[in-house]
């Protein structure tokens, strides 16, 4: 099966053997996330004194991409209902700029949370409200050359003053990009599953990503995906 960016090649392969290595990876990669979406500042340097660890070599800010590319990874996170009318911003030298207004709330950006890590992101409206707004401002502190305990300084001083806010009603911010990389609490970059991240329940949020993970595996199409996304945003808001 085809991804939606078009760029995976079919191939015969061991789902079994794939469902219990994906959600090996859920188990591993979703504490990170849930730090990090919970309280960004923590989370934020947790991710920094991570990457220290690693071997990798140094990269102050991430590699640019082609905009199109860019634009078409980013609303890869979202459910085709709201990819079309979604903002979306690219990351260029200076840092990120918008390229698209949102028409329904929605807000598709690819963040780094480290330089070599990509994280495409599709946010809901409270979580456009709180979470995008420190995502360009640490790329901003990167071009600037500031180092990453410096911008742990700065976050968790902006939480602190009330400049970023955490949410205050339902957060949900869609992963569902088949390029997810992500950093894991040893600091090392790898692949992570489609999932969707809801501030309140991480019990929720683990469910999600498994049995889309089994979906997908079982050779679900992207529409049917789509359909259990949309169906599992209703359950949530109830």
């Given at each position: 099966?085809?991804?939606?960016?078009?760029?995976?090649?079919?191939?015969?392969?061991?789902?079994?053997?794939?469902?219990?290595?994906?959600i090996g990876r859920i188990a591993i990669g979703l504490l990170s996330l849930a730090i990090l979406w919970i309280n960004p500042a923590v989370g934020?340097?947790?991710?920094?004194?991570?990457?220290?660890?690693?071997?990798?070599?140094?990269?102050?800010?991430?590699?640019?991409?082609d905009r199109q590319r860019e634009i078409a990874l980013a609303l890869s996170a979202c459910p085709l209902s709201v990819a079309s009318t979604a903002?979306?911003?690219?990351?260029?030298?200076?840092?990120?700029?918008?390229?698209?207004?949102?028409?329904?709330?929605?807000?598709?950006?690819?963040?780094?949370?480290?330089?070599?890590?990509?994280?495409?992101?599709?946010?809901?409206?409270?979580?456009?409200?709180?979470?995008?707004?420190?995502?360009?401002?640490?790329?901003?502190?990167?071009?600037?050359?500031?180092?990453?305990?410096?911008?742990?300084?700065?976050?968790?001083?902006?939480?602190?003053?009330?400049?970023?806010?955490?949410?205050?009603?339902?957060?949900?911010?869609?992963?569902?990009?088949?390029?997810?990389?992500?950093?894991?609490?040893?600091?090392?970059?790898?692949?992570?599953?489609?999932?969707?991240?809801?501030?309140?329940?991480?019990?929720?949020?683990?469910?999600?990503?498994?049995?889309?993970?089994?979906?997908?595996?079982?050779?679900?199409?992207?529409?049917?995906?789509?359909?259990?996304?949309?169906?599992?945003?209703?359950?949530?808001?109830?």
């Amino acid at each position: 099966m085809e991804s939606r960016s078009g760029l995976d090649r079919p191939v015969r392969t061991d789902w079994a053997s794939t469902r219990r290595k994906m959600i090996g990876r859920i188990a591993i990669g979703l504490l990170s996330l849930a730090i990090l979406w919970i309280n960004p500042a923590v989370g934020q340097q947790a991710l920094t004194t991570a990457a220290a660890k690693s071997n990798a070599p140094s990269q102050q800010t991430p590699q640019l991409m082609d905009r199109q590319r860019e634009i078409a990874l980013a609303l890869s996170a979202c459910p085709l209902s709201v990819a079309s009318t979604a903002a979306v911003y690219v990351l260029e030298k200076s840092g990120y700029v918008k390229v698209r207004e949102s028409q329904n709330g929605f807000t598709a950006i690819i963040q780094h949370l480290v330089p070599t890590s990509q994280e495409p992101l599709c946010m809901n409206a409270e979580a456009t409200r709180t979470h995008l707004p420190h995502v360009p401002k640490v790329a901003e502190m990167r071009v600037q050359g500031k180092s990453p305990e410096e911008i742990n300084r700065f976050v968790a001083d902006a939480f602190t003053k009330g400049v970023f806010q955490p949410p205050s009603r339902t957060s949900i911010c869609y992963m569902l990009s088949t390029e997810n990389l992500v950093p894991t609490d040893s600091g090392v970059v790898q692949p992570f599953p489609p999932h969707v991240r809801k501030r309140e329940n991480a019990a929720v949020e683990t469910a999600f990503a498994v049995q889309y993970v089994t979906h997908k595996a079982d050779g679900a199409t992207q529409s049917e995906l789509d359909d259990f996304a949309s169906a599992a945003r209703k359950a949530s808001a109830q």
